[in-house]
Protein backbone atom coordinates (compact mmCIF):
# COMPACT_ATOMS: atom_id res chain seq x y z
CA UNK A 1 0.00 0.00 0.00
CA UNK A 2 3.13 2.34 0.32
CA UNK A 3 4.46 1.31 -3.18
CA UNK A 4 1.09 2.83 -4.21
CA UNK A 5 1.42 6.22 -2.69
CA UNK A 6 -1.31 8.87 -1.28
CA UNK A 7 -4.12 9.64 -2.58
CA UNK A 8 -3.06 12.58 -4.95
CA UNK A 9 -0.39 10.53 -6.37
CA UNK A 10 -3.18 7.95 -7.21
CA UNK A 11 -5.31 10.43 -8.66
CA UNK A 12 -3.04 12.25 -11.31
CA UNK A 13 0.63 12.24 -9.89
CA UNK A 14 3.81 11.46 -11.03
CA UNK A 15 3.52 7.98 -12.36
CA UNK A 16 0.93 7.59 -15.39
CA UNK A 17 3.08 5.42 -18.25
CA UNK A 18 3.58 1.21 -17.60
CA UNK A 19 7.10 2.18 -16.79
CA UNK A 20 6.56 4.41 -14.05
CA UNK A 21 5.81 1.32 -11.43
CA UNK A 22 8.54 -0.71 -12.38
CA UNK A 23 10.93 1.21 -10.02
CA UNK A 24 10.65 2.11 -6.50
CA UNK A 25 8.83 5.85 -5.79
CA UNK A 26 10.59 8.22 -4.26
CA UNK A 27 8.44 8.36 -1.01
CA UNK A 28 9.67 4.80 -0.13
CA UNK A 29 12.62 5.85 1.62
CA UNK A 30 13.81 2.93 3.17
CA UNK A 31 15.73 -0.21 0.90
CA UNK A 32 12.89 -2.20 -0.38
CA UNK A 33 12.13 -4.06 -3.97
CA UNK A 34 9.13 -3.67 -4.33
CA UNK A 35 7.71 -2.66 -7.79
CA UNK A 36 5.74 -4.23 -10.67
CA UNK A 37 6.89 -6.08 -13.69
CA UNK A 38 6.29 -3.86 -16.85
CA UNK A 39 3.82 -6.67 -18.49
CA UNK A 40 2.03 -6.72 -14.97
CA UNK A 41 1.41 -2.98 -15.69
CA UNK A 42 1.09 -2.93 -19.67
CA UNK A 43 -1.36 -6.08 -18.67
CA UNK A 44 -3.57 -4.06 -16.13
CA UNK A 45 -3.94 -0.91 -18.02
CA UNK A 46 -5.29 -3.22 -21.09
CA UNK A 47 -8.09 -4.04 -18.84
CA UNK A 48 -8.97 -0.31 -17.24
CA UNK A 49 -12.18 0.68 -18.12
CA UNK A 50 -13.12 4.59 -18.12
CA UNK A 51 -11.32 4.87 -14.63
CA UNK A 52 -8.44 2.99 -13.32
CA UNK A 53 -8.28 0.65 -10.03
CA UNK A 54 -5.73 3.27 -9.13
CA UNK A 55 -7.81 5.96 -9.53
CA UNK A 56 -11.11 4.05 -7.49
CA UNK A 57 -8.24 3.41 -4.93
CA UNK A 58 -7.27 7.05 -4.58
CA UNK A 59 -11.02 8.50 -4.68
CA UNK A 60 -11.89 5.68 -1.69
CA UNK A 61 -8.41 7.14 0.46
CA UNK A 62 -8.96 10.62 -0.57
CA UNK A 63 -12.07 9.93 1.85
CA UNK A 64 -10.60 7.90 4.56
CA UNK A 65 -10.37 8.68 8.19
CA UNK A 66 -7.83 6.31 9.16
CA UNK A 67 -6.57 3.13 7.05
CA UNK A 68 -6.43 -0.34 9.42
CA UNK A 69 -4.13 -3.07 7.76
CA UNK A 70 -3.57 -6.44 8.22
CA UNK A 71 0.10 -6.33 9.17
CA UNK A 72 1.89 -5.37 12.39
CA UNK A 73 4.31 -2.27 13.26
CA UNK A 74 6.78 -5.34 13.83
CA UNK A 75 6.81 -7.06 10.60
CA UNK A 76 6.56 -3.74 8.71
CA UNK A 77 7.92 -0.78 10.67
CA UNK A 78 9.03 1.32 7.31
CA UNK A 79 5.88 0.79 5.58
CA UNK A 80 3.78 1.84 8.38
CA UNK A 81 6.02 5.42 8.71
CA UNK A 82 5.87 5.60 5.16
CA UNK A 83 1.99 5.10 5.18
CA UNK A 84 1.42 7.63 7.88
CA UNK A 85 3.83 10.52 6.60
CA UNK A 86 1.77 10.23 3.07
CA UNK A 87 -1.62 9.85 4.32
CA UNK A 88 -1.84 11.95 7.30
CA UNK A 89 -4.10 10.07 9.00
CA UNK A 90 -4.34 7.10 11.63
CA UNK A 91 -3.04 3.85 10.49
CA UNK A 92 -3.89 1.12 12.72
CA UNK A 93 -2.28 -2.64 12.26
CA UNK A 94 -4.23 -4.88 13.22
CA UNK A 95 -1.79 -8.43 13.28
CA UNK A 96 -1.24 -11.06 11.23
CA UNK A 97 -2.91 -13.59 13.04
CA UNK A 98 -5.89 -14.37 15.47
CA UNK A 99 -5.09 -14.42 19.04
CA UNK A 100 -3.95 -17.82 20.59
CA UNK A 101 -6.46 -20.16 22.28
CA UNK A 102 -5.91 -20.61 25.99
CA UNK A 103 -5.18 -23.92 26.41
CA UNK A 104 -8.79 -24.85 28.61
CA UNK A 105 -10.74 -23.90 25.17
CA UNK A 106 -8.25 -26.07 23.28
CA UNK A 107 -9.43 -28.99 25.50
CA UNK A 108 -12.63 -28.04 26.03
CA UNK A 109 -14.19 -28.88 22.43
CA UNK A 110 -16.70 -26.29 21.88
CA UNK A 111 -18.07 -27.59 18.77
CA UNK A 112 -19.81 -30.86 19.48
CA UNK A 113 -18.11 -32.47 16.62
CA UNK A 114 -14.60 -31.51 17.59
CA UNK A 115 -14.21 -34.91 19.93
CA UNK A 116 -15.23 -37.33 16.60
CA UNK A 117 -12.90 -35.38 14.38
CA UNK A 118 -9.84 -35.45 17.15
CA UNK A 119 -10.51 -39.23 17.59
CA UNK A 120 -10.24 -39.65 13.74
CA UNK A 121 -7.56 -37.54 13.23
CA UNK A 122 -5.30 -39.07 16.14
CA UNK A 123 -6.10 -42.27 14.11
CA UNK A 124 -4.68 -40.87 10.94
CA UNK A 125 -0.71 -40.98 10.50
CA UNK A 126 1.61 -37.60 10.80
CA UNK A 127 1.19 -35.53 7.70
CA UNK A 128 -0.92 -38.21 5.86
CA UNK A 129 -4.65 -35.95 5.91
CA UNK A 130 -5.18 -33.09 3.45
CA UNK A 131 -6.83 -30.15 4.63
CA UNK A 132 -8.69 -28.01 2.64
CA UNK A 133 -10.21 -24.08 3.73
CA UNK A 134 -10.49 -22.04 0.56
CA UNK A 135 -11.42 -18.93 3.20
CA UNK A 136 -13.16 -15.72 2.94
CA UNK A 137 -11.97 -14.53 -0.60
CA UNK A 138 -12.82 -17.54 -2.54
CA UNK A 139 -16.07 -17.93 -3.89
CA UNK A 140 -16.71 -21.12 -5.92
CA UNK A 141 -19.62 -21.67 -8.17
CA UNK A 142 -21.59 -25.00 -6.64
CA UNK A 143 -20.54 -26.49 -9.60
CA UNK A 144 -17.08 -26.11 -9.27
CA UNK A 145 -16.91 -26.75 -5.24
CA UNK A 146 -18.31 -30.31 -6.97
CA UNK A 147 -15.86 -30.70 -9.13
CA UNK A 148 -13.27 -29.77 -6.20
CA UNK A 149 -15.32 -32.61 -3.82
CA UNK A 150 -15.09 -34.89 -6.48
CA UNK A 151 -11.06 -34.56 -6.99
CA UNK A 152 -10.33 -34.82 -3.42
CA UNK A 153 -12.45 -37.44 -3.16
CA UNK A 154 -10.44 -39.09 -6.46
CA UNK A 155 -7.55 -38.87 -4.63
CA UNK A 156 -7.96 -41.48 -2.21
CA UNK A 157 -6.46 -39.14 0.80
CA UNK A 158 -8.40 -38.66 4.18
CA UNK A 159 -9.13 -35.56 4.20
CA UNK A 160 -10.85 -32.70 6.28
CA UNK A 161 -12.88 -29.66 4.13
CA UNK A 162 -13.65 -26.22 6.32
CA UNK A 163 -16.81 -24.79 4.38
CA UNK A 164 -18.07 -21.60 6.15
CA UNK A 165 -21.99 -20.30 6.03
CA UNK A 166 -21.25 -18.20 2.62
CA UNK A 167 -20.02 -21.51 1.18
CA UNK A 168 -23.08 -23.56 2.27
CA UNK A 169 -25.21 -20.11 0.87
CA UNK A 170 -24.08 -21.02 -2.35
CA UNK A 171 -25.74 -24.38 -2.72
CA UNK A 172 -29.08 -22.90 -1.99
Known amino acids: MAFLGSAS ?3 GGSRQQPEDFTV ?3 WMDYPNNIAFKLHEMVSHQECIDSVSDFERFGILLSSCKMIILRSCLEFEPDAFRVLK ?3 QIPIVPVGLLPPSMQRNELDRGDDQNWEGLKKWLDNKQEKSVFYVALGSEVNLSQELM ?3 AFGIE ?3 LPFIWVVSQSDKMLGQ
Open 154 to 156: KSG
Open 85 to 87: RIH
Open 24 to 26: RPV
Open 9 to 11: ELL
Open 146 to 148: HEL
